[in-house]
């Protein structure tokens, strides 16, 4: 289920339908809910949040189907795409690879060629230069697969298709900060639910002061949601943001490496010549 069939379905259970239980029950049917798949992925916490708003009952259930119809909207699929910077970057990698390749293997043999007719010793220069490039591509090319690891683990953040944070994928590859916003974020989600199970976090503590209170926290729910998801897609482009800065940085250092170590024999031919 996704978030656009969890909003459906609130809207159903909510006392605001004036719907009785068989006709809750007959729109609800799969081939109403298919209606709006509309391509969204489905998310295991929107079809965890959907299972414990059917086993709820009377008053409970409306209360739930009320809090989580407004925020369902707020938490469909957000547009994460990276595909052209990473394209790019891969296409510029590949590349270099490519023309570092055929000129280790075509040009280096034909100037080792003629420096050996001269007596010049620059073979082992070449050679430690080749196998600096080899070790430095290698470590470059890893670089580039973690951080399309880490976009596609944090794909999985930014649209709330994760239970927790522990759940994921390479999850050792997010920053720690990411991941307790992440589980923060999810426990605030699930308040109506399950109340208050985290002491440290204080729009949790806010939420339970509201319905002590008398307060009717569907609306406050739905703006402390907004704030923290936003709080956390920001954090999740930042880093993605970093990760690719770094490595467009690098690859126009060894870039620059490769351009001085080619041009070196050239230097030395108008020497001898």
Sequence with gaps: MNWNQLGYLCRLLSPISGLNKAQQEALS?????????????????????????KEAEGEQQQRLALSYAALSSTLKEHSFDYKTKLLYLGVLFSVFILVNFIYQQFVIPSFSNVFSQFDVQVTEHMANLARFWLVASIALGLFLMVIILTVNALRQFANLTLLSASSAQLGLIIPKQIRHNYDALVALIEFPLYGTLQNDNRELSHLKACQSNGLDIAEELELLVVNKLES??????????????????????????????????????????
């Design 29 to 53: 049917a799969p081939q109403h809910l298919e209606i709006y798949n509309d391509g969204q992925k489905n998310s295991p916490l929107a079809t965890k949040l959907a299972k414990d708003l």
């Design 232 to 273: 956390l897609r920001g954090d999740i482009t930042a880093h993605i943001n970093r990760l690719i800065t770094i490595f467009s940085i690098l690859l126009v250092i060894l870039i620059a490496h490769f351009l001085m170590g080619a041009y070196e024999p050239l230097f030395l031919m108008g020497e001898i010549v």
